[in-house]
């Protein structure tokens, strides 16, 4: 599971691994870590269907090899045999399904989310589901009912959030590559923290079809990986228009995808940093750090590279939690213990219903944002708040897509701090939410960004430190392609996981 996707597929057509081994090396390893006094809590289950997938992907491999037609197996499904992780609120039939909460406890998901039926499509095996913040609403997968995930580099850190546990199964190879969500940030932070790639595509390139919302204006799937090779293949098997998203839009030059090469003319590169992102108050001294070596870095390629000012970036949080938060008291009032889910009725009614199955299923940090969206949306407010978070958002996209005309990335810290202790700020929400700093402006202007392994942090037991690179509307190939230059510069930068 440390080798990339090409490499474990150059192993399966030679025979030198089987599907069925690499689904049974998870699970030992899931079954192990289960055991120690620190468990990683990466999966909330492994999926019993998988080893009979496993073995089906075997037999079709077997029966190729033997009529020679191994390359166009392979060509027909890139990823056959491959199994990935799976995060807790993407819908994978015949699972279940929780979103990290107890009022979804126990419920099966009817159907596949297109995302899981395109992977299989390409032959990939949905390996498990992972835990995360509780309906994604979490910097840290502390908010989950389950549990929080460790950070497979240092078990006594949080693995961010909320797509927490599908960062930890990749970092800690117990999966070759992940999906998970993303509303703020949710996505890039767990990979800054666990060391890994993760990519955010642009908004609608990946349907959200069988994805349970957060905020839908925001949401987004998203894929981690150890190389940005391991995520420009699933990107290619699930990109495109889904009849069943009206939001989502076919990604152009998907064939540069396939196989991937690192970008040819790095010289030709204009770079905007924010200077909005440089002037922040509690900017991890580490953490800048990195970002110099990494300015430095693309300075020594060629690129030009010039600080802009862009004010408007100074209200990108408060945008994004009024607007973020609206569209999830709004969305979560599906949850009434009436149609689907857990149900407490004490026989009073169905206000009462309503409000015991909601006061029980929901946690502290959902009942607290839905509480902040409903006050936000009422009649007094709504005006004079909301509305103008909607501005905020439309102004941000305007001067970003203004600044793709000259730039070609944007480049900033991913987070700015590493990550921290398990319990530091759960009880402090304020602080929580600045974690998302740097990354809720890609989520409201609806650009593609990544974030690449920078380093290590001295001050904090050298945790993983993350740079993003972000890019205009459509830019993913060509942000993986830089992405890859920087991985075959810094290869075996990563830190060991304990």
Known sequence: ??????????????????????????????????????????????????????????????????????????????????????????????????????????????????????LEKAGAIPLGRC??????????????????????????????????????????????????????????????????????????????????????????????????????????????????????????????????????????????????FLQTKGLDADVKAAFDKTRAWFESKGAKIDEVDLPVLDASIASYYVIALSEAASNLSRFDGIR?????DNGAGYDELYVDTRSAGFGPEVKRRIVIGNYVLSEQFSGDTYKKGMTVRARIQREMAQLFETYDIVLAPTCPTPAFKLGQKVDDPLEMYLSDMYTVFVNLARIPSINVPAGTAAGTDNMPIGMQFAGPMFSEAKLLQIAQVWEEDHKGCGVPIK
């Open 131 to 276: 835990n995360q913040d509780e309906f994604a609403m979490g910097s840290s997968t502390e908010y989950s009912s389950y549990g929080a995930t460790r950070n497979p580099v240092n078990r006594e850190y949080v693995s961010g959030g909320s797509s927490g546990g599908s960062a930890a199964a990749v970092s800690a190879n117990q999966a070759l590559f992940s999906i998970g969500t993303e509303t703020g940030g949710s996505v890039r932070l767990p990979a800054s923290y666990c060391g890994i790639y993760g990519l955010k595509p642009t908004y609608g390139v990946l349907s959200r079809w069988g994805v349970v919302a957060y905020g839908s204006s925001l949401d987004q799937v998203g894929i981690m990986g150890h190389t940005p090779g391991d995520i420009a293949e699933p990107l290619r098997a699930m990109a495109g228009v889904d009849f069943y998203d009206d939001t989502s839009a076919d990604l152009p030059n998907t064939e540069s995808l396939k196989d991937l090469q690192p970008y040819a003319d790095m010289s030709s590169l204009k770079i905007a940093i924010p200077k909005q």
């Open 1 to 118: 599971m440390e080798n990339t996707i090409k490499e474990v597929r150059e192993l399966l057509k030679s025979g030198k691994t089987t599907s069925v081994e690499l689904v049974k090396k998870s699970i030992e390893t899931f079954e192990e870590d289960k055991k120690s006094d620190k468990p990683l809590n990466a999966f909330l289950e492994l999926y019993e269907d998988a080893l009979t997938k496993a073995e089906i992907a075997d037999k079709e491999i077997a029966e190729a090899r033997a009529a020679g037609k191994l390359d166009s197996l392979f060509e027909e499904k890139p990823l056959l045999g491959l199994p990935f992780a799976n995060k807790d609120n993407i819908s994978s039939k015949g699972h279940k399904l929780t979103c990290g909460s107890k009022i979804l406890e126990g419920y099966v998901a009817p159907y596949n989310a297109t995302v899981i039926d395109r």
């Open 340 to 344: 689907y889910g857990n149900r407490v």
